[in-house]
């Protein structure tokens, strides 16, 4: 499941090959089986310069280089040069430390320098990885009145794998930060003229929460409030100008990894482990808010169960991973049929709910019914065997003189147990009075 379910879908797959340069073939076997284990990201292996040209000839779709920096055919500096001067994102992994050649090496376009030798350096390799993957669907704000300064933290946050967006100003960034729901992280300077850090922030938060957006204030400003203010206000972080790379690097990861986890608890909290949809507490929840909300001139509001048709049937023949694979096959489709400002869930079981906005009786019907001609063409392979099922579908709609959720729940239901009764693999819709 996606850490990031609002980030802009991307159009065209992404480069997802890593080459890894290095003559330690125990390393080399030890990180290539790490990346590749947990990740699931394709690893080539090269010992030197000429034959990591090869592959880089042969094959596209690079996203990543680990390189060693002593190799058969080329010296330190060499090796790094080839790299970088073909465009490639670089980490470098050093077996010796010396502090003037990190010095030196990072001076240039890489994303790192790692000892490989040290306590932690092959997981930390692996969470490096995985955080540069990531990145690359997230979009970061830079906020800053100097054109210079607001262009090299874009540029650290673009070598990174972050989408860069720049504002000059506050009223700029919230703008950008209403029109791209993809912006996950913000780094504010406090000094602009108009509208300072400190007040953008405060600004910012009325527009994203602190777990969608995590915002990182910057200053040279000496000025020992200048810290409680920002985060008071809001922010998650701060750092003082002026900032070493891999200090940055370092902050914004931390944030954005707490962004990450703090998503997959919401996950774990709101939805169905199995099929990915909201579950029964998420569908009451959200249903309830928008019956609340709901206005006469919003549209009609449905509410359907959804529920497979002898499913006890394919548990006992089939056995429950046979069950399991026809209900993640049957959220798939509801999922595809879950329009932006409808809301579909695992109510329990083999039951589904759904709440539908702005279909009148004849266009609830129909749709409900492509629904179920949907899930009635599934075929889902079970080894030697194809597993084909059907549902039956009871719906409802909001009357004129208001509802309750439990009430149409209820009527759902009912309507649910006539379509049951009447044959099962149909649609079954309360009479409007």
Known sequence: MSPYPHATPTLTPLPQRILLVENSRTFTTMLREAIEQRLELPVSVATTLAEAGELLDREDGWFLVLTGLVLADGDRDQVVEYFVGRGLST?????????????????????????????????????????????????????????????????????????????????????????????????????????????????????????????????????????????????NDFLRKPFSREEFFCRISQNVDQLELIGTLQDLATRDFLTGLPNRRNFLEQATHRLEGHAPGDGRLAVAMLDIDHFKHINDSHGHEAGDQALRAVAAVLHAYTRPRDISARFGGEEFCLLLNGLDEDACAAHLEQLRA????????????????????????????????????????????????????????????
């Open 91 to 235: 980490i470098v992994v050093s077996g010796v430390y010396d502090e003037d050649l990190r010095k030196r090496v990072l001076q240039q376009d890489i994303i790192d320098y790692v000892l490989k030798n040290t306590p932690g350096s092959l997981d930390y390799l692996v969470w490096l990885v995985q955080r540069l993957e990531r990145n690359r669907r997230i979009a970061a704000l830079v906020v800053d009145d100097s054109p210079s300064a607001r262009g090299y933290a874009a540029s650290l946050l673009g070598l990174y794998g972050y989408q860069a967006i720049q504002a000059g100003d506050g009223p700029s960034a919230l703008q950008a930060l209403e029109a791209n729901p993809a912006i996950r992280l913000v780094v504010v300077d406090q000094e602009m003229p108009g509208m300072d850090g400190v007040e953008l922030t405060r600004r910012l938060r009325t527009l994203r929460a602190r777990d969608k957006v995590a915002v990182i204030g910057i200053s040279g400003n000496s000025d020992p409030s200048l810290i409680p203010r920002f985060l008071k206000n809001g922010a």
């Open 374 to 433: 949907a899930i009635a063409a599934l075929e889902v392979p079970l080894g030697e065997h194809t597993l084909r099922m059907t549902v039956s579908i009871g719906a409802c709609h909001l009357q004129a003189g208001g509802n309750t959720l439990h009430e149409l729940l209820g009527e759902a239901d009912r309507q649910l147990y006539l379509a049951k009764a009447g044959g099962r693999n149909r649609v079954h819709i309360a009479a409007t009075p």
